[in-house]
């Protein structure tokens, strides 16, 4: 029986174990600084047709555009200047609804970020970045058993592996989360 339950704590440490890299699409490292964040004031993106930083719209800016806008700005602090190119943004797109849950919860608005990741997550269940976020918002509340359930969703979605997954698994044995 003890064999049976040293087993059992050898594999949770092998789960948890750190990954050489981490695959994830577009969100595996920091946005790098753009115009928009390094010239651009005031919420306003920087147009390369125009050559000038503008108020973004939904005719200058394609939805990715501005999504794109939208992680830089949170990245970079600018939380408010974040959720006011969210409001232009289509807000039945389960990346718009997960990027609200982000800045809510950087702007330490817990409850209010769970009901936007859990609206994402309702709008598209495989939102593995979603439940990352969200997991991670749970590790900063000291709620460990309800990220390492995020972490095991993102896991049986086919996330093992990628940026989502990595961090959310590097933020439950660390304690610490990502601003990306």
């Keep these: 029986?003890?064999?049976?339950?040293?087993?059992?704590?050898?594999?949770?440490?092998?789960?948890?174990?750190?990954?050489?890299?981490?695959?994830?699409?577009?969100?595996?490292?920091?946005?790098?600084?753009?115009?928009?964040?390094?010239?651009?004031?005031?919420?306003?993106?920087?147009?390369?047709?125009a050559g000038r930083c503008v108020k973004p719209d939904k005719t200058n800016f394609t939805q990715d555009e501005l999504y794109d806008a939208v992680r830089e700005l949170a990245y970079d602090g600018q939380l408010?200047?974040?959720?006011n190119i969210l409001r232009i943004m289509d807000q039945d797109d389960d990346r718009v609804m997960t990027y609200w849950g982000f800045t809510y919860r950087k702007m330490g608005e817990l409850e209010l970020a769970n009901v936007y990741y859990n609206?994402?997550?309702?709008?598209?269940?495989?939102?593995?970045?979603?439940?990352s976020y969200m997991g991670q918002g749970f590790v900063s509340e000291?709620?460990?058993?309800?990220?390492?359930?995020?972490?095991?969703?993102?896991?049986?979605?086919?996330?093992?592996?990628?940026?989502?997954?990595?961090?959310?698994?590097?933020?439950?044995?660390?304690?610490?989360?990502?601003s990306y």
């Excluded at 408010?80 to 959720?83: G, I, L, P, R, T």
């Excluded at 995020?150 to 990502?178: D, F, M, N, P």
């Design 1 to 49: 029986m003890r064999l049976v339950l040293v087993s059992a704590i050898a594999l949770q440490a092998f789960a948890f174990a750190p990954v050489v890299h981490a695959a994830g699409g577009d969100s595996s490292t920091a946005p790098k600084p753009t115009n928009t964040t390094k010239k651009c004031l005031f919420g306003r993106v920087y147009d390369k047709d």
């Design 142 to 178: 000291g709620k460990t058993d309800l990220a390492i359930m995020q972490w095991r969703e993102i896991k049986a979605r086919g996330g093992e592996g990628t940026w989502a997954e990595t961090s959310l698994r590097e933020a439950i044995q660390t304690g610490l989360t990502y």
């Design 80 to 83: 408010e200047n974040a959720q």
């Design 119 to 131: 609206n994402a997550i309702e709008a598209n269940p495989d939102n593995i970045l979603a439940r």
